[in-house]
């Protein structure tokens, strides 16, 4: 170790003033500058090179040497289970298959509804006399246009699908899933080109459906939903087709395969049944702003 001599004439204390050395305040440092070794490897080292050290046997090396290899192949296990851990499901896919699952006791239950709802028909049927008559094909009538009664006719199917991407799980893809906003352009769209009655992937709407995103699912009528969606239209196939074709809702889903991969196709159908539907929320299917 270097030593810093007091200057002559100085009349400073050793360690304090200008006697001080410069570095005094950096122990560590300097302790890890001019000795790197610890005191034990210091100790091995000065042993082997005085000749006093306990020779390496053949044992020794082998032992050493499958030590060694024992914790690089137990570094490398660990690093593999921590990146890729086994039995762990993707949160989307199964928050997919319970939707599939609710939608299957969701229709179950509709289509009990729907059967009571005949019968209560039957039921008025009967406690009416002739002259109620008239009534009841008013109150049919108002239903099918409220949506309360399914009703059965032509029309097309417009199918929207989340791109490939977005359906394998690839992280980054939310903009490339169908969302509300879309759904709600083409059901306005399809209103205004004509449309009698609508639903989407079996839903009726109504006045008071409300088409809103819950997280990675689409709710309509309060159901969630999930790719592909199929939007069925009774009405005049042609003429939808002809209308619909001049709507800003056309525009949209040609921009939406164009720079999202999100696909989408219409179709036409000869004979399309859409069920009666559900008191919903009490809001009116708009265009998100």
């Known amino acids: 170790m270097t030593r810093y001599p007091t200057p002559r004439g100085s009349t400073a204390r050793p360690g304090t003033g200008a006697g001080r050395r410069p570095d005094a305040s950096m122990t560590l440092l300097n302790e890890v500058m001019e000795r790197p070794l610890d005191l034990g490897y210091a100790a091995a080292s000065d042993a082997r090179r005085r000749g006093t050290a306990a020779p390496q046997t053949p044992f020794r090396r082998a032992l050493t040497f499958l030590l060694a290899v024992l914790l690089g192949l137990t570094a490398v296990w660990a690093a593999r289970e921590l990146r890729a851990p086994v039995g762990v499901e993707n949160a989307s896919d199964v928050l997919v298959t319970e939707i599939r699952d609710r939608t299957v006791v969701g229709e179950r239950l509709a289509a009990e509804n729907e059967a009571l709802r ?172």
């Open 118 to 289: 005949q019968e209560i028909t039957s039921l008025q049927e009967e406690a009416l006399d002739e002259e109620a008559s008239a009534l009841l094909a008013e109150s049919a009538r108002l239903g099918l246009w409220a949506g309360a009664t399914a009703v059965q006719g032509p029309g097309v199917v417009v199918t929207l699908e989340d791109s490939v991407r977005a359906r394998s799980g690839e992280p980054g893809t939310d903009f490339q899933r169908v969302q509300d906003q879309d759904l709600q352009l083409v059901v306005n769209g399809l209103w205004a080109a004509g449309a009698e009655a609508i639903a989407v992937n079996g839903h009726r709407l109504t006045g008071q459906t409300a088409i809103r995103t819950a997280g990675d699912a689409v709710l309509v009528d309060l159901q969630p939903l999930v790719s592909p969606y199929a939007i069925e239209v009774i009405g005049d196939p042609d003429g939808l087709r002809t209308e619909f074709a001049r709507t800003q809702a056309s525009a949209w889903l040609n921009l939406l395969a164009a720079q999202f991969s999100i696909s989408s196709t219409i179709e036409t159908s000869d004979d399309l049944v859409l069920p009666a539907g559900t008191a919903g929320a009490p809001e009116l299917v708009t265009e998100s702003s």
